[in-house]
């Protein structure tokens, strides 16, 4: 089971504004082992697993 160290919600790393369903969001992670392959929901892998998530308008700055 995911222990609870991350939040569920998913912040972008720059302005650290939660990001929302139906938004295009720009992610930096290292793909893990096909062994250790994450499997839940999108949101709470991302924000486990990423190095840093970007909203639209930080990534274009
Ligand atoms: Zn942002």
Redesign the pocket.
């Known amino acids: 089971m995911f222990k609870k160290f991350f939040t569920a919600e998913l912040k972008?790393?720059?302005?650290?504004?939660p990001l929302k369903s139906g938004e295009e969001i720009f992610v930096h992670m290292t793909l893990p082992d096909e062994k250790k392959m994450p499997v839940g929901v999108l949101d709470k892998v991302l924000s486990k697993y990423s190095e840093t998530v970007?909203?639209?308008?930080?990534?274009q700055r």
């Open positions: 972008c790393s720059s302005c650290d504004r970007y909203c639209k308008m930080c990534y």
